[in-house]
Nanobody, 115 residues
C-alpha cells in the first residue's frame, strides 16, 4: 500500500521561506512523475508543481519563480522549496503522483502565511 507523508509546514511571515518534504513508500518511485498540490479553506485542491522521473519541472503560474520542486529518488522523497511566501499561499500542501494520483493521500502539511 502506498504511503505518503508530508512535513515541513508551519507559520511564516509574508516574504518568508519554507521547505516541504514528502516521503513516499512507493515500490518503484523513480519512474513516477510526482507533484505538490494544495487546498486552501473553502477551495478545491489545486496543482502547484510537477517533477517528472527525469527531473523536468512545471509550475502553476501563481508560484512560478518563487517555488522550486525537486526529488531524491534514492530517498524516495520530493521537496518543495517555497520562497517569497504570500498570504494566498496559505493552504494544506499534499504530494502525490501526477497526473493520476494514488487513491491514498497523505495527511498533508499546513502552511500559514500571516503577519
Amino acid at each position: 500500500q502506498v504511503q505518503l507523508v508530508e512535513s515541513g509546514g508551519g507559520l511564516v511571515q509574508p516574504g518568508g521561506s519554507l521547505r516541504l518534504s514528502c516521503a513516499a513508500s512507493v515500490r518503484i518511485f523513480s519512474i513516477n512523475a510526482m507533484a505538490w498540490y494544495r487546498q486552501a479553506p473553502g477551495k478545491q485542491r489545486e496543482l502547484v508543481a510537477v517533477i517528472t522521473g527525469g527531473g523536468s519541472t512545471n509550475y502553476a503560474d501563481s508560484v512560478k519563480g518563487r517555488f522550486t520542486i525537486s526529488r531524491d529518488n534514492a530517498k524516495k522523497t520530493v521537496y518543495l522549496q517555497m520562497n517569497g511566501l504570500k498570504p494566498e499561499d496559505t493552504a494544506v500542501y499534499y504530494c502525490n503522483k501526477h497526473p493520476t494520483p494514488f487513491a491514498s493521500w497523505g495527511p498533508g502539511t499546513q502552511v500559514a502565511v500571516s503577519s
